[in-house]
C-alpha cells in the first residue's frame, strides 16, 4: 500500500509563506533540489489545493532544453510524469497534463487511491494537508527546515491536529537547511 507523506519547506518558526505571500526564502539550493528530487522519483501522484497547484503548474511550461540547471529540469520531469489531482471549489479548468480536479478531499477516497496505488502519494499546500492530517490520512512527513525567521504568516502544520511523530531520517545541508523525516505513530 501506498503512504500519503506532506512535505514543505518552511521557516524555523513554521511557516510557508510569510505575511505578504512570500516564499521566496524558501527556494532550495541545488544540493536542496537535488535531494528533493530523490524523494520525489518515488512519488507518482500529488494532491494539491487551488493555491499550490497554481504555484506548481509552472513546472508544466520547462522546456527539455531550458537554460534551467540539470537538477531544475530533472524535477520538471518528475513533475510532468505524475498524476495530480486539485482539490478547489472554484477552479473551473486545470491547465496540465495527467491533472483532474476533485471539489472535496473525500478521505475514503484516498484510502482507496492508496491502497490501489504502485507509488506514494503527497499532499502539498498546507490547507490541504490540514484536511488530511485531520482525517488521519497522513503517514509521513518530510519538512524541510530553512534558517530563516520570518515572524508570522502561512503555517506549515495545522493547528487543532495533536501528533505523535518518530523521527526516522534527519539531514543538514551546507545552506543551513534540515530535512526532518518523520513517520506519524499512530
Not at 518552511?10 to 544540493?31: I, K, T
Not at 507518482?44 to 534551467?68: C, F, H, I, K, N
Request: aromatic letters at 8%.
Amino acid at each position: 500500500m501506498a503512504k500519503l507523506i506532506y512535505s514543505a519547506i518552511a521557516s524555523l518558526d513554521g511557516y510557508v509563506a510569510d505575511e505578504e505571500g512570500r516564499f521566496d526564502w524558501a527556494a532550495p539550493d541545488d544540493q536542496v533540489h537535488s535531494f528533493i528530487n530523490d524523494l520525489e522519483r518515488s512519488h507518482g501522484t500529488y494532491l494539491y489545493g487551488r493555491r499550490m497547484y497554481e504555484v506548481m503548474s509552472g513546472w508544466e511550461a520547462v522546456p527539455r532544453d531550458a537554460d534551467q540547471s540539470a537538477v531544475m529540469r530533472d524535477f520538471a520531469e518528475i513533475w510532468r510524469a505524475a498524476d495530480k489531482i486539485v482539490y478547489s471549489r472554484t477552479l473551473e479548468a486545470v491547465s496540465t497534463a495527467k491533472t483532474r480536479i476533485e471539489r472535496d478531499l473525500d478521505p475514503a477516497a484516498i484510502r482507496q487511491l492508496k491502497a490501489g496505488a504502485q507509488r506514494d502519494v503527497t499532499v502539498g499546500g498546507p490547507d490541504l494537508a490540514a484536511q488530511a492530517f485531520k482525517a488521519g490520512l497522513v503517514d509521513e512527513c518530510h519538512l524541510f527546515v530553512v534558517p530563516v525567521v520570518v515572524g508570522g504568516g502561512k503555517e506549515s502544520l495545522p493547528g487543532g491536529v495533536r501528533l505523535k511523530l518518530q523521527l526516522l531520517d534527519e539531514r543538514s545541508f551546507d545552506n543551513g537547511v534540515v530535512h526532518l523525516h518523520y513517520r506519524v505513530a499512530n
